[in-house]
């Protein structure tokens, strides 16, 4: 549904400058909030005197002056409510102050994973000399002790005031977990062990949260309850109540290759199920006087109980404040267009948190709708079926197509993929999504009874079971999706530039529509070839930035050798190596040990002495038997790792490349031993990786 006229949709108008506002506060943090307070309230208060001495001032000779000051006050509440939630711009912020200890409320639910437990917390005071002075800020902290394990939200913790700024991405292609905690208002992280913190007190957060928290983990315990695979019972919890703690990555894998991946995230398809669902059960109310507005009182508490209950995702969010919406409107006979039920939601989530404009979910959950909304009636216009059943099942597929090409080019630049068997996944699991969702919440409702709670367990663990065999099938057939996908931002912009002008075409029929479609295709296309090109005929080193380890890429084009201590399957080597090497595209490589000898094209390795590109690399560590370098030896870098002992004499002329699994003691002992020797140097530890083209350094 494409509006014939801006009119049509005067809220999705008013939303584009007030998001304009909130993305330029996240591109210039430091903007002065006081000023921008100030503008904001002298142009509302111009915009509301116009108004009120409308007749007299003869305002009404210039109408255009209403659309002149309602964009500037959008775009500055934008721009003023983003600053005010940026953390780092309190005065009182945690880090601006030293202290010796922080208290600390939990925030969100602890996750452990392995011996490690992970939660942001909230700081309330900071303590120094024994006096606690009013703090704010929030902190992402990481526990290693069984201990913790019991840590519940909401409880107060008193922790020492050791703490540091989120690190960025080290190497290529790496994920930015340093912005994807910003995005979310969270600088700088704590590390604890054992005895470095105290539970003060517990019940510091909110009561709703901590309650629908402890809720949902008796209905998670309710499931196992009456289920006996671990997987089936991850996937249900996931699924039914938004709970991922024990989701394993081989089935989100391929949930995310199939393009189902949606189901795994609460969102507005649960909340549609849970709305019909609550719909017919409480339809005898209808017959009752003033029964249609109970009913719909009852239906919108009942589903932002459920949204609080799956944690409030931004996904969950918007779904339950435009069936809220439309509800409101149903129950008293009033059409509200669909775009501006989608925009209201919109203002009203970014109005409560600007920080939610950053979040993918958020940005994939909108797009998804807007895509439902205004392509899927155009895509289903494409055939006609007289079959009720083709009909039914091409509504169906013009559904997951409108969805999935809105959602392609945003889902291609964060994950890199594409699911080309998305359509025939998302018809296959409409019928047993229906039944899990179901089956699963009247399980969760109905109490526990002997045979019926047995019964609806048995088929929600067989339905999800089926459900994953079915799309593990999908994921392993041939070609079942694209991976290796790398946008530029400029290929992004582009991608929806090329799939809105070829719909707006489809529907319009102008010409330049589809001249500019195409403009924006060939620049595409043009890009693509040029970074292709580049990429085949690139050579170049890579020394990863690898904790404690070693990570060394080789690359001849698409082809590459890695060196490294870390087997493919480790999740630091899928985490930090990987993503360089698809990055690089890098198609064809292989991975040797750091003793293994190789013999290639391009790369010769024969001990620690490595060839490339004319130049040699001496490795140093703890598998090297060289007890001193031969003068004669001709060695252009010296890779140094596990603290080997090095004479620093022979550093002379030559370039050095220290890697993370050296202390820093070593390391600065190293440095300052060899400060009078004319040399080159470069410390990977805490640093961004190291990558030298074919001619290296000159």
Request: glycine share 6%; hydrophobic share 45%.
């Amino acid at each position: 549904m494409i509006a014939k006229h801006k009119g049509e949709i005067p809220v999705v108008v008013l939303l584009l400058p007030f998001l304009a506002g909130i993305s330029c506060g996240f591109f210039y943090p430091g903007v002065n909030t006081s000023f921008t307070l100030i503008a904001l309230v002298a142009v509302s208060l111009l915009f509301i005197g116009l108004n009120l001495w409308y007749t007299p001032l003869k305002v009404y000779k210039i109408r255009w002056y209403g659309g002149v000051l309602i964009f500037p006050i959008l775009f500055l509440l934008g721009l003023f409510i983003t600053a005010r939630n940026n953390e780092l711009n309190n005065a009182d912020h945690f880090s601006k102050v030293p202290s010796q200890q922080l208290v600390a409320v939990i925030t969100s639910e602890p996750k452990v994973k392995d011996d490690l437990v992970r939660f942001t917390a909230a700081i309330r005071q900071r303590v120094s000399n024994g006096q606690a002075t009013k703090t704010t800020g929030s902190i992402l902290i990481t526990i290693k002790d069984e201990l913790a394990k019991n840590t519940f939200y909401g409880e107060e913790l008193l922790i020492p005031a050791k703490y540091t700024p989120v690190d960025p991405p080290f190497n290529p292609g790496e994920f930015n977990y340093k912005k994807y905690l910003a995005n979310k208002n969270v600088y700088y992280q704590a590390f604890l062990y054992p005895g470095q913190y105290k539970v003060i007190t517990a019940g510091q957060a909110n009561p709703v949260i901590a309650y629908a928290l402890r809720t949902r983990q008796n209905l998670v315990d309710k499931l196992k309850q009456n289920m006996q695979d671990t997987t089936a019972i991850a996937v249900a919890s996931t699924l039914i109540l938004g709970y991922k703690a024990d989701l394993s990555n081989e089935v989100l894998q391929a949930y995310s290759k199939t393009g189902t991946i949606h189901i795994l995230s609460v969102s507005g398809g649960h909340v549609a199920i849970i709305y019909l669902l609550l719909g017919w059960a409480l339809g005898f109310m209808n017959g009752y006087k003033h029964g249609k507005l109970l009913k719909a009182i009852l239906i919108i508490a009942l589903i932002w109980i459920y949204a609080l209950l799956t944690g409030f995702s931004p996904a969950v969010c918007r779904a339950a404040v435009m069936i809220s919406l439309v509800i409101s409107g149903k129950t008293y006979s009033r059409y509200i267009n669909s775009l501006n039920l989608l925009a209201a939601s919109a203002f009203a989530l970014l109005l409560y948190d600007p920080f939610l404009l950053m979040d993918v979910g958020f940005q994939l959950s909108y797009l998804a709708v807007g895509g439902l909304v205004v392509f899927q009636p155009m895509v289903y216009q494409w055939f006609s079926f007289k079959n009720g059943v083709a009909d039914k099942l091409w509504m169906a597929c013009s559904v997951s197509i409108a969805a999935q090409v809105i959602t392609f080019p945003l889902s291609a630049y964060y994950f890199h993929q594409f699911p080309v068997y998305f359509l025939v996944s998302n018809l296959l699991i409409i019928i047993p999504v229906s039944i899990i969702m179901y089956s699963g919440l009247l399980l969760l409702v109905l109490p526990q009874l002997p045979y019926v709670s047995k019964t609806l367990g048995y088929v929600l663990e067989h339905t999800i079971l089926l459900t994953n065999k079915v799309l593990a099938i999908i994921e392993h057939s041939p070609y079942a999706s694209i991976n290796k996908i790398w946008l530029s931002k400029l290929e992004y912009l582009l991608l929806y530039a090329i799939i809105i002008l070829a719909f707006y075409f489809l529907y319009n029929k102008s010409k330049w529509l589809i001249t500019a479609a195409l403009g924006c295709t060939l620049v595409f296309s043009v890009s693509i070839g040029l970074k292709k090109l580049s990429a085949d005929s690139a050579r170049s080193v890579t020394f990863l930035s690898l904790r404690k380890h070693t990570g060394i890429v080789f690359k001849n084009g698409n082809s590459g050798v890695v060196l490294s201590d870390l087997p493919e399957n480790d999740k630091n080597f899928q985490y930090s190596v990987q993503p360089c090497l698809d990055s690089s595209r890098i198609t064809n490589y292989k991975v040797y040990p750091l003793n293994a000898d190789i013999k290639t094209q391009y790369v010769l390795k024969r001990g620690g002495l490595v060839a490339f590109q004319n130049k040699n690399l001496l490795l140093l560590n703890d598998a090297s038997k060289i007890q001193s370098i031969p003068q004669q030896l001709k060695i252009d870098y010296l890779y140094l790792s596990d603290n080997y002992p090095v004479d620093t004499g022979s550093f002379k002329n030559k370039v050095l490349i220290i890697d993370g699994s050296c202390s820093d003691k070593y390391i600065n002992s190293l440095l300052k031993t060899a400060k009078n020797i004319d040399f080159k140097y470069h410390v990977l530890k805490r640093n961004k990786s190291l990558n030298m083209l074919s001619n290296w350094y000159k």
